[in-house]
T-cell receptor, first 108, second 117 residues
């Protein structure tokens, strides 16, 4: 089971782009990379998922290099409401692991 | 579309008492998960069901925790007897299916905050 390593916390200001990097050196060939967001007193919420290269949706982009040993979640122009904990998961068939996540603090 | 429902939202009990949590997943979702989240930590998977069968319960403390998913729909998680270290948020999630070769998006409920005194 591929475990992940993320920074414990990050600070940013409103309007900036935020990049959170996750290391997953033992990722298997069939594993996907998924990011979840969690606000206080709520369950985690799916943000984005990818296998390789770049994936973009309405809220974020996910960059995965060719060796897939890391991935970067990019949040464009963050606002105060993006203050949350962000979890990187490596997921395969019926296997996945939530680490401790990255606490993002967006300041005005 | 209705989300994952959990009840109760909060529960306070004394140690050695028993407690039960209920979860109703999104309609049509075959897979159901129970997690324990201690303050400041990521969610820890306790048990995963596919329909009414157990896929993974390797991290469930079976001497005191039990879970069932009768009829493959809603589920209950029970703790008996509770210990102080069981104080946590208990999250339920569901996903459409565990598909071979593809990760499955999980949808989480709001959780039940348990305090054991």
């Amino acid at each position: 089971l591929a475990k992940t390593t993320q920074p414990i916390s990050m600070d940013s200001y409103e309007g900036q782009e935020v990049n959170i990097t996750c290391s997953h050196n033992n990722i298997a060939t069939n594993d996907y990379i998924t990011w979840y967001q969690q606000f206080p007193s709520q369950g985690p919420r799916f943000i984005i998922q990818g296998y390789k290269t770049k994936v973009t949706n309405e809220v974020a982009s996910l960059f995965i290099p060719a060796d897939r040993k890391s991935s970067t979640l990019s949040l464009p122009r963050v606002s105060l409401s993006d203050t949350a904990v962000y979890y990187c998961l490596v997921e395969g068939f019926n296997k996945f692991y939530f680490g401790s996540g990255t606490k993002l603090n967006v300041k005005p | 579309e209705a989300g994952v429902a959990q009840s109760p939202r909060y529960k306070i009990i004394e140690k050695r008492q028993s407690v039960a949590f209920w979860c109703n997943p999104i309609s049509g979702h075959a897979t159901l998960y129970w997690y324990q989240q201690i303050l400041g930590q990521g969610p820890k998977l306790l048990i995963q069901f596919q329909n009414n069968g157990v896929v993974d319960d390797s991290q469930l403390p079976k001497d005191r925790f039990s879970a069932e998913r009768l009829k493959g729909v809603d589920s209950t998680l029970k703790i008996q007897p509770a210990k102080l270290e069981d104080s946590a948020v208990y999250l339920c999630a569901s996903s459409l299916a565990g598909l071979a070769g593809a990760a499955d998006t999980q949808y989480f409920g709001p959780g039940t905050r348990l305090t054991v005194l």
